[in-house]
């Protein structure tokens, strides 16, 4: 009888703990991290998604990760499903800078703390989102455009025309890379910008670009290429390759972000300047959840340390690597 009784007991015990976990969260349920990760257009991409994964692991944190394949409505989706599921904390980069008001008040209505990772927002309500963590693309920009004043010094010609490759038009990335550039260069007659061509940061689309870009204009005609991505810098590349034009020499190239195969195609004469940008945010990001969750006050924006790789450099320093 004894032993029947307890059994009861022992079952209401688990009973009530299992209503529990559904209805509040106990101070010992792991945290819930909410992560929408806008696709995976690029290497770039892959490795901050597993950056993220391995760091939410580290941290022993769950991560309810979902995948938005380059549309805004599902990362939308996306923010809503961890609302409701009330996770801890959001975090997401954002595919555009517009049209987030809307599910981010009703984050902020339910009390979850808002992280952009990597991409940032254009909104007049700043309250919107807790914490920024990411590149400072308008400083990378900036870097590229610097590359191209100190390369053009030392070749000393009257003139150069340029072509823009940018990323996905009206991400963060896209508009501050372009704004950077474009304000060191700005006003120098040296140079024409001669198109911009959105390649999404794709290769693909960075392949058909400078395909495009090939049937308007010569080789010759075109000094210098400055492209928003590694993974559309490839693309451009293989075309330049398969025409016997050779990348690097007969045109300059400048690209942004540092993967692996570019800083191979750097030391091989093929790029010129690699603005670094780096998909590890992981870290960076579960310390924030960390230091929200212990209710601690958090920097509105954190930009990670990035260089700059080019010719100008030793090329064989243990520290130019790619990711
Ligand atoms: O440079 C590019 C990626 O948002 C900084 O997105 C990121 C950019 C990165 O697809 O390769």
Redesign the pocket.
């Known amino acids: 009888m004894k032993r029947i009784w307890l059994g009861i007991l022992v079952l209401l015990l688990f009973a009530a703990g299992g209503c529990q976990k559904q209805t509040e969260k106990t101070d010992t349920a792991p945290i819930v991290v909410g992560f929408s990760q806008l696709g995976s ?5 892959i490795a901050n998604t597993q950056s993220i994964s391995e760091a939410a692991k580290a941290y022993g944190y769950d991560l309810m990760m979902s995948n938005a394949n380059q549309k805004q409505e599902k990362q939308i989706a996306a923010i809503r499903s961890f609302i409701s599921y009330r996770v801890d904390v959001i975090v997401f ?1 954002p595919i555009v800078e517009t049209g987030w008001d809307n599910v981010l008040t009703e984050a902020k209505k339910a009390g979850i703390p808002v992280i952009l990772m ?2 940032m927002i254009e909104t007049d309500d700043e309250t919107l989102y807790t914490a920024f963590v ?2 400072d ?1 308008y400083l990378e920009g900036r870097r590229a455009g610097d590359y191209l004043l100190r390369w053009a010094d030392v070749q000393a010609k009257p003139h150069y025309n340029i072509v823009e490759l940018s ?1 996905t038009v009206d ?3 896209m508009r501050e890379r372009q704004h950077g550039f474009m304000d060191v260069i700005d006003g120098d007659a040296r140079f024409t910008v001669l198109e911009s061509l959105s390649g999404d ?1 794709l290769r693909s689309k960075g392949e058909e670009c400078m395909k495009e870009l090939l049937d308007r204009y010569s080789a010759d005609q075109i000094d210098v290429i400055y492209s ?4 559309m810098t490839l693309g451009v590349l293989d075309v330049l390759q398969a025409r016997g034009i050779e990348p690097g020499k007969d045109i300059m190239i400048i690209s ?2 540092g993967e692996k195969a570019a800083v191979d195609a750097l030391k091989a004469g093929k790029i010129n300047c690699i603005v670094q ?1 780096t998909p590890h945010l992981g870290e960076a990001v579960m310390e924030l959840v960390t230091a929200l969750k212990q209710g601690n006050e958090v920097p509105k924006i954190s930009y990670p340390d990035e260089k700059v790789f080019s010719d100008f450099d030793d090329l064989t320093a243990p520290s130019v690597e790619g990711f």
């Open positions: 257009e690029s290497s770039w991409r980069s990597d991409r990411g590149a693309c990323g991400s963060t990335p940061f928003h991505n590694d993974a942004v972000d940008c």
